[in-house]
């Protein structure tokens, strides 16, 4: 089973990420697993997906908007959002949203081209856990999140920036 970085821990991934559109039969041949699926698939299929057996999470490529799916965060335990390079930054825009604007409670995962060198920023911005890329280290990309003690700015995980905590 492959691992994952959750809540700053190595864990074995309890998900299984769907890639493809895929059809009703095939999700047949999933029921009783928990998935992880394309927002379009969320979107065109929702009722047979939501009601098989096992978990249902949805993921977003970084183009796509959280609102689209604002309406089911209540009934979704993981959102995905995807890093197709590691220089595509939309995803973490799209964390603050669905954490800060929207309210989002669940396993927030970071997919796709994902580095160790950004678990503290990306940490920042509301996820709390990581797909990484197959090259990286999981035991030593836990040790990046101590990477920096602080940082200036407001964020998702210390919403009142530096300056203010420091003086008042």
């Not at 799916?69 to 973490?92: H, T």
């Not at 989002?104 to 081209?113: M, P, S």
């Not at 035991?139 to 003086?167: C, H, M, N």
């Amino acid at each position: 089973m492959a691992k994952l970085i959750k809540d700053r821990a190595v864990v074995e991934d309890q998900w299984l990420l769907v890639r493809d559109a895929i059809e009703r039969n095939f999700l047949e041949a999933l029921d009783g697993q928990n998935v992880i699926v394309p927002l379009q698939v969320w979107l065109s299929q929702r009722e047979a997906v939501s009601t098989r057996k096992g978990r249902t999470g949805v993921w977003l490529q970084s183009h796509e908007l959280p609102q689209s799916i604002a309406e089911d965060l209540p009934s979704l335990e993981v959102i995905a959002l995807e890093f197709p390079i590691f220089s595509d930054g939309r995803a973490y825009s799209s964390a603050r949203e669905l954490r800060e604007n929207l309210g989002y409670k669940g396993e927030l995962r970071a997919i796709g081209d994902v580095l160790c060198d950004q678990l503290f920023y990306m940490s920042r911005c509301g996820f709390n856990a990581f797909a990484m890329r197959p090259d990286q280290n999981l035991e030593i990309a836990t040790l990046r999140f101590e990477d920096f003690k602080d940082g200036y700015q407001a964020s998702v995980d210390k919403p009142i920036p530096l300056f203010r905590r420091r003086g008042g």
